[in-house]
């Protein structure tokens, strides 16, 4: 093997349009050079998302590579300086959807077993790789239903290191030891439609809701703790009216979010906003949705076999975050696994010209190498 592999792979992965919730055939991709080294392979498709079970060896401790195939859409092509599903490099740069987001982990993930297990082919325990197509979208059809599926048939993991972009400046610079719990609602106040100039006739739910809404933004819901930060509320949108400038609305709606620490459990945040809600005598429904629930890998075995890695690799020291928004590690911690994100800067996720350092490929596939020397090598 030379050192272009991850790079390799890596393009090929990227050519690949498999936008949300569409693999386009890029975990066959993977799944041929993982049988090639002994994997045992599993499709599990759920309604329109395709995922990946592969599997080498049989016994624990069960070590699982978990990521993302699919992207989120382009925007608009006019926009790129070249075609987002034609990677290029460019200053040392490879441009292209789904370079930082999440392909070129997959890549290094791969190569990484390859190299390990060409190097250690009586290895302990199992690799394993979870590979989803469904976490961009909803989210209901990839890695939750994978899990549960697993858990049916009592199949656990005792590791699991997720390949979503977590440095911030210098590869390898942050691992994400855990993630906030996040909840969202759907408040609908209700007041009565009229005339702006005959407000006695009328109840304007926004007047109503005012001062309750002002409470909920200054309310300390808590003070985090030495992992996660204070829980943070937040409107992300608000609707009322009729467009009209002389119509008093009838109701009013607004969308917010928690994200929230271990402080505090999703439960305690509901009964404070009804409590400030019914303190307003406002008339109101709301509806809820949980999108994941706060998990945390202390140090241990993980944890120190990554940071181990990431110092011999690159010199780093790494630094252990729970900030950033959900990814589905949140599915996999609640088996009792240990759940770490490690991958490449993020920077650019998302964005319009999303690219990583060329540079970085080949040593992150070093870095997940060393973790499975330190984890599973005899």
């Not at 991850?6 to 041929?32: K, Y």
């Not at 070590?63 to 699919?70: E, K, L, Q, V």
Request: aromatic fraction near 6%; charged fraction near 20%.
């Amino acid at each position: 093997m030379n050192h272009s592999d991850t790079l390799e792979l890596s393009l090929q992965l990227l050519r690949q349009p498999s936008v949300t919730p569409v693999d386009h055939d890029c975990q066959n991709i993977m799944a041929e050079r993982l049988a090639k080294i002994g994997f045992n392979i599993e499709n599990m498709r759920f309604e329109d998302v395709d995922n990946l079970w592969a599997r080498r060896g049989t016994t624990a401790p069960v070590f699982c590579f978990a990521g993302h195939t699919d992207v989120v859409p382009t925007g608009h092509l006019d926009a790129w300086n070249s075609d987002p599903f034609l990677p290029s490099i460019r200053d040392g740069k490879l441009y292209g959807r789904g370079s930082a987001d999440m392909k070129t982990a997959l890549a290094a993930m791969v190569v990484a077993s390859e190299r390990f297990v060409t190097n250690h082919p009586n290895h302990k325990g199992s690799i394993a790789f979870l590979i989803t197509s469904d976490e961009e979208g909803p989210s209901i059809n990839g890695t939750v239903k994978v899990i549960e599926t697993l858990e049916a048939r009592n199949e656990k993991m005792d590791w699991c290191l997720v390949g979503e972009p977590s440095s911030t400046h210098q590869l390898g610079d942050i691992v994400k030891n855990g993630r906030r719990g996040s909840l969202n609602a759907v408040l609908t106040v209700h007041g009565k439609q009229g005339h702006v100039a005959y407000p006695h006739l009328a109840d304007n739910p926004i007047h109503s809701a005012s001062k309750a809404l002002t409470e909920l933004c200054d309310s300390v819901w808590d003070n985090g703790n030495e992992y996660f930060p204070a829980t943070s509320f937040q409107i992300s949108n608000i609707q009322a009216g009729t467009g009209a400038t002389n119509v008093i609305p009838g109701t009013l709606k607004v969308t917010f979010n928690f994200r929230y620490s271990t402080e505090v459990t999703a439960d305690i945040l509901k009964q404070r906003v009804l409590e400030i809600l019914d303190k307003h005598n406002l008339t109101y429904d709301i509806h809820w949705t949980l999108s994941g629930l706060p998990f945390l890998t202390p140090v241990g075995e993980l944890v120190n076999a990554a940071k181990t890695a990431i110092k011999n690799v690159t010199g780093v020291e790494t630094v252990l975050s729970t900030s950033g928004g959900t990814s589905d590690g949140r599915f996999i911690a609640p088996t009792g696994a240990q759940v770490l994100e490690l991958g490449v800067l993020n920077a650019t996720i998302h964005q319009i010209n999303e690219h990583v350092n060329v540079a970085d490929l080949e040593p992150l596939a070093e870095i997940y190498e060393q973790i499975l020397v330190e984890l599973l090598a005899q």
